[in-house]
């Protein structure tokens, strides 16, 4: 069994502004600690991946800073999309360059920016599940078992008769959901947070594609009939210029008779907005989390960054207040996942030099 890893790492972190930017999204910041997220998802994979056999999968655009920031991972193993189309285009691409160099491989798919403590557990979890997968070839997804009745996760619901250890077969896949559902899944001890992390055989998951995604597959097998050729690039682009923007959850994952679910004991946060960040973080005795230079005065349960210059609050609860180079945010906590439709209004405004 030989595991490969495919690392997704071209999002821009919307929920992040303003420090996730287009060229440097969450995914290459220091969140916590003096590694960024990506670093720490490779690093991370020490023991269980040769660095020969992990794959990052991002854009024209951030590929230099992974270059830079990833010098121990190959250079011919940092891909580039041509553009963003979601996640099954992402993992379709890095299938088909993995089976020409391993036509049997396991392939362990990580979002870049996870924040994962207890990381003996979580490689144990994973070796769990490619052993699975391995023999089953089945397609095993990663679930949290819920700590709140979170509305910024999607959910999955599982039968709990174990088909092997610590393998549950998977009824259903759920959207983000309101706070009142959010309360009903976690309450009926059957919903586990989706993690969006992935094990499955290489040709399974392919094989899958070609069913559940015709066209996808279409597009795939140009591409594989291009990898060693000089015009690579522009086949990719041709290619990806028609595909549709698809996740894997939905054009996969909630299709499959094949979908199981291995429960991560490990601690984990997709860090998905700035809230989590706050849940995070060290909190003084007026649960605050600052960072930089900042003054509080009746200030109490919020967050403020500000590295570079001084921010004062005063009065105010409950509040994330970011100062990143020439750019202010200030919302409501409970806000938090509203924050992308500031990037959404400077795309609309041609405001490009905040993006």
């Given amino acids: 069994m030989k595991l490969f890893a495919v690392i997704m790492a071209g999002g821009v972190g919307s929920r992040f502004w303003p420090r996730s930017k287009k060229k440097t999204p969450k995914q290459l910041l220091k969140i916590f600690g003096d590694q960024t997220m990506i670093q720490a998802t490779v690093n991370r994979l020490t023991g269980l991946v040769d660095k020969e056999n992990i794959y990052v999968i991002t854009n024209e655009l951030q590929r230099p800073e992974v270059v830079n920031q990833l010098p121990e991972v190959p250079l011919e193993n940092i891909i580039e999309e041509p553009f963003g189309r979601n996640t099954a285009a992402c993992i379709g691409l890095a299938s088909v360059i993995i089976k020409a160099k391993e036509p049997d491989a396991i392939t362990i798919v990580l979002p870049a920016d996870h924040i994962i403590k207890d990381e003996e557990k979580f490689k144990h979890t994973l070796l769990n599940a490619a052993r699975y997968a391995n023999d089953s070839r089945g397609l095993v997804t990663i679930g949290i078992t819920p700590t709140r009745p979170e509305t910024g996760y999607g959910y999955i619901q ?10 549950f077969p998977v009824y259903t896949f759920a959207e983000k959901p309101n706070y009142a559902t959010a309360v009903r899944f976690v309450e009926s001890g059957d919903f586990l947070w989706n993690s969006g992390m992935f094990i499955w055989r290489t040709d399974v998951i392919l094989d899958e594609i070609k069913n559940l995604m015709p066209d996808l597959y279409e597009g795939l097998v140009s591409i594989e009939k291009s990898l060693t050729s000089s015009n690579f690039k522009e086949e990719l682009k041709s290619v990806y210029a028609q595909l549709k923007k698809i996740s894997i959850d939905y054009g996969i994952m909630e299709k499959s008779s094949k979908v199981f679910l291995t429960k991560g004991s490990f601690n984990w946060s997709d860090v998905g907005s700035w809230e989590e960040v706050y849940q995070l973080s060290e909190k003084n005795e007026n649960g605050n989390a600052t960072v930089g230079k900042v003054y509080t005065n009746m200030v109490n349960d919020s967050y403020v960054y500000s590295p570079d210059k001084i921010t004062a609050v005063i009065g105010v609860d409950n509040l994330i207040v ?5 750019t202010v945010l200030i919302c409501r906590r409970d806000k938090a996942q509203n924050v992308k439709e500031i ?3 400077l795309k609309m405004n041609k405001m490009d030099e905040y993006l």
């Fill in 158 to 167: 599982i039968n709990d008769k174990q088909v092997a250890e610590n393998i």
């Fill in 322 to 326: 970011i100062h990143h180079e020439d």
């Fill in 343 to 345: 990037v959404d209004y």
